[in-house]
């Protein structure tokens, strides 16, 4: 019963162009969300995170969207490099309000082709 | 400044070993967390400890067992290994162990069982 969905394993972009990864939850009682990415051999960095009390949030070529009706997140990437191939891991947290509690989602695979 | 350093980075048990897995976060972050990473999954939570103290526990069995000492390092331990046991356990640390807020990882130890 996965409370985290990342329905796509993988995605490829062109360089230049947009990379949209979904994210998708059923819990409604989650408050905070993040973004990591993952290059192999190494472990997840952050990347973004956003507040349930917000609908956007920004930094340099990353944007984050949530709709929260829809329990739908999504990270936008402009324009795309292929230094930005790496898994793209969901995260949310919020129940207990532990910090320490991620749920993560399955990950998705980007690849951006020169 | 040291990031999340973890030790072994890979090692081999066999079947019924036991294994202990070593982590030391950034110096400050005194909340340390465990995750499971299989193949093909996103990293699944398995405890957290802040001040010395569990403050949450995934769904794992009571062989995966855990502490944190004084001087806010960890260590994680499984007993009576299974082939399933196989895979990356991350560290991650941050400041506090309650609220929201990003996870610092380390690079990981990648268990096998044969």
């Known amino acids: 019963d996965q409370q985290v969905k990342q329905n796509s394993p993988s995605l490829s972009v062109q360089e230049g162009r947009i990379s949209i990864l979904n994210c998708d939850y059923t819990n409604s009682m989650f408050d905070y969300f993040l973004w990591y990415k993952k290059y192999p051999a190494e472990g997840p960095t952050f990347l973004i995170s956003?507040?349930?009390?917000?609908d956007k949030n920004e930094d340099g070529r990353f944007t984050v969207f949530l709709n929260k009706s829809a329990k739908h997140l999504s990270l936008h990437i402009v324009p795309s490099q292929p230094g930005d191939s790496a898994v793209y891991f969901c995260?949310?947290?919020?129940?207990?309000?532990?910090?320490?509690?991620?749920?993560f989602g399955k990950g998705t695979k980007l690849s951006v082709k020169p | 400044d040291a990031g999340v350093t973890q030790s072994p980075t890979h090692l081999i048990k066999t079947r019924g070993q036991q294994v202990t897995l070593r982590c030391s976060p950034i110096?400050?972050?005194?909340?340390v967390s465990w995750y499971q990473q299989v193949l093909g999954q996103g990293p699944q939570f398995i405890f957290q400890?802040?001040?010395?103290?569990?403050?949450g526990r995934g769904n794992f069995p009571d062989r995966f067992s855990a502490r944190q000492f004084p001087n806010y390092s960890s260590e994680l331990n499984v007993n009576a290994l299974l082939l399933g046991d196989s895979a990356l356990y991350l560290c991650?640390?941050?400041?506090?162990?309650?609220?929201?807020?990003?996870?610092?990882f380390g690079e990981g130890s990648r268990l096998t069982v044969l």
């Open positions: 991650a640390s941050s400041l506090s162990g309650a609220g929201t807020g990003e996870l610092f």
């Open positions: 110096s400050g972050h005194k909340s």
């Open positions: 956003i507040s349930s009390i917000k």
């Open positions: 995260a949310a947290s919020g129940i207990g309000g532990s910090q320490g509690n991620l749920i």
């Open positions: 400890y802040y001040e010395k103290e569990e403050r």
